[in-house]
């Protein structure tokens, strides 16, 4: 069950690097866009801000699939961040004004392998420096 959670922040991060425009976004963009808070029902567009504030949790779905296995699974792990983040398409703050690409906000490390006791996936998700 742990291996599949670790995949699921994995991918959770992978969305961040969704289409978008090159060009960073202004510092006013959370006053031009809906902002959206993780986890609340919102009848905004498909163009707005998610906001995630810091130490609330929040479900991840993690899944395993691909025709190595005999059957599709998933799992929810409710995980929760140390400090407010805010996502915009590809792009991550920790202020809402200040952007840059989520991938150099933040490092995503995956691994994983087998061995007897089975399969392990890992991921490591740190701020950079």
């Known amino acids: 069950m742990e291996l599949i959670k670790s995949f699921v922040i994995a991918?959770?991060?992978?969305?961040?690097?969704?289409?978008?425009?090159?060009?960073?976004?202004?510092?006013?963009?959370?006053?031009?866009?809906p902002v959206v808070t993780i986890g609340e029902v919102s009848r905004a567009s498909e163009d707005h801000v998610v906001f995630i504030p810091a130490n609330k949790e929040f479900p991840v779905e993690f899944s395993v699939k691909g025709n190595v296995f005999e059957k599709n699974v998933s799992s929810k792990a409710m995980v929760s961040f140390k400090k407010d983040i805010y996502l915009y398409k590809y792009?991550?703050?920790?202020?809402?004004k200040k952007w840059a690409n989520s991938h150099k906000l933040m490092n995503v490390e995956p691994s994983g392998g087998f061995d007897v006791s089975g399969g392990k996936v890992g991921v490591e998700i740190n701020f950079a420096k």
């Open 91 to 96: 792009w991550a703050s920790l202020d809402g």
């Open 11 to 33: 991918s959770l991060f992978v969305l961040l690097y969704g289409c978008a425009s090159m060009n960073t976004p202004s510092s006013s963009l959370i006053e031009t866009k």
